[in-house]
């Protein structure tokens, strides 16, 4: 039971770094609307964590010989920050849409605190299970 437990405070707390990520290239992006030649940042953790889901749903791979292929290491996989640079809304070639920002700023808020609420919820059960055993 712990181990489950502590492997999903350790999946959540990297779900909260991609959302803080995200967050922040938001505001980046919003904070440099009106910034004549700025593209827009987006970061997609959401594939990165998935990868993770999948790699530990996976069975497991065991290299056997030294002309196998590594298996893939999901955690090694970092959030990045990615920048658009393939559109342009305004004629100083700026790519920012600031109602869809404040949109995706509320998305990941909202994402974000769940996660946090998530975490919550956890620590909750692991306090509950120690003063059950004193």
Do not use: C
Not at 9 to 22: E, Q, V
Not at 83 to 107: G, H, L
């Amino acid at each position: 039971m712990l181990k489950t437990t502590f492997e999903n405070l350790n999946f959540l707390g990297r779900a909260l770094d991609g959302s803080w990520l995200k967050n922040s290239a938001i505001a980046n992006n919003i904070a440099n609307s009106e910034t004549p030649g700025y593209k827009r940042q987006t970061v997609n953790f959401e594939d990165v964590l998935q990868k993770e889901v999948n790699a530990a749903q996976s069975v497991s791979m065991v290299k056997t010989n030294a002309k196998h292929l590594d298996a893939p290491n999901a955690s090694s996989n970092g959030f990045t920050v990615e920048t658009e640079s393939s559109t342009s809304y305004r004629v100083d070639e700026n790519n920012v849409d600031v109602d869809v920002e404040n949109a995706e700023m509320a998305k990941n808020t909202l994402y974000y605190n769940s996660l946090v609420n998530e975490v919550n919820s956890q620590y909750t059960r692991l306090k509950t299970a120690m003063k059950i055993n004193e």
